[in-house]
């Protein structure tokens, strides 16, 4: 049974930045079929695509996102990353970490989420 | 990218069909067949309960289905339950490995 676990601080200080890891148990992160996404969603309010990477180290950026974020991924751990730099209240929310179809991009499994505060 | 339109809120009673309208562009749902809805109860991950337009993955009732006309997608539920009562997102693929998603609806049964 696949399962995606995302980890960091659930706190965060403006202007800082934002690091997280999603650790993907059950299948391989390098399966050619699936890449792999964050999706964020702030309080009451909807899902937003923040950015997705290939195996390989291909990524795709939200271009509102595209100046402060970095995605890597490690296949030698099954695990991806999201750096998001100088944050601000705006980017308080819920992260998930998620596996999409390489295909036709539907989501089939989601982490639990985690909520991240920007706050002093 | 603006999101998804997606009405705030629809209701229905047990029993009854709800029908979700998502509507985006000639960008996003009018281009491409790469249509999903997930279901989201609160306090918990979304669950994909559409893909492909209209396709329902193992283990979803066969009371939920998609469709699309032109740049407008549909999901619609039959047979109310009780435990329907969710918020519902909509998602286009719109190029370079990106998704879209919808403003979300809130559904009450």
């Known amino acids: 049974q696949l399962q995606l676990q995302e980890s960091g601080p659930g706190l965060v200080k403006p202007s800082e930045t934002l690091s997280l890891t999603c650790t993907v148990s059950?299948?391989?992160?390098?399966?050619?079929?699936?890449?792999w996404a964050w999706i964020r969603q702030p309080p009451g309010t909807g899902l937003e695509w923040i950015g997705s990477i290939y195996y390989s180290g291909s990524t795709y950026y939200h271009p509102s996102l595209k100046s402060r974020i970095t995605m890597s991924v490690d296949t030698s751990t099954n695990r991806f990353s999201l750096t998001l730099r100088s944050v601000t209240a705006a980017d308080t929310a819920v992260y998930y970490c998620a596996r999409v179809y390489l295909h036709t991009d539907y989501v089939d499994y989601w982490g639990q989420g985690t909520l991240v505060t920007v706050s002093s | 990218q603006s999101a998804l339109t997606q009405p705030r809120s629809v209701s229905g009673s047990p029993g009854q069909s709800v029908t979700i309208s998502c509507t985006g562009t000639s960008s996003d749902v009018g281009t491409y067949n790469f249509v999903s809805w997930y279901q989201q109860h609160p306090g918990k991950a979304p669950k994909l309960m559409i893909y492909d337009v209209s396709t329902r993955p193992s283990g979803v009732p066969d009371r939920f289905s998609g469709s699309k006309s032109g740049n407008t997608a549909s999901l619609t539920i039959s047979g109310l339950q009780a435990e329907d009562e969710a918020d519902y997102y909509c998602c286009s693929y719109v190029g370079d490995y990106t998704v879209l998603f919808g403003g979300g609806t809130k559904l009450t049964v």
């Open positions: 059950g299948a391989s992160i390098s399966s050619g079929s699936y890449y």
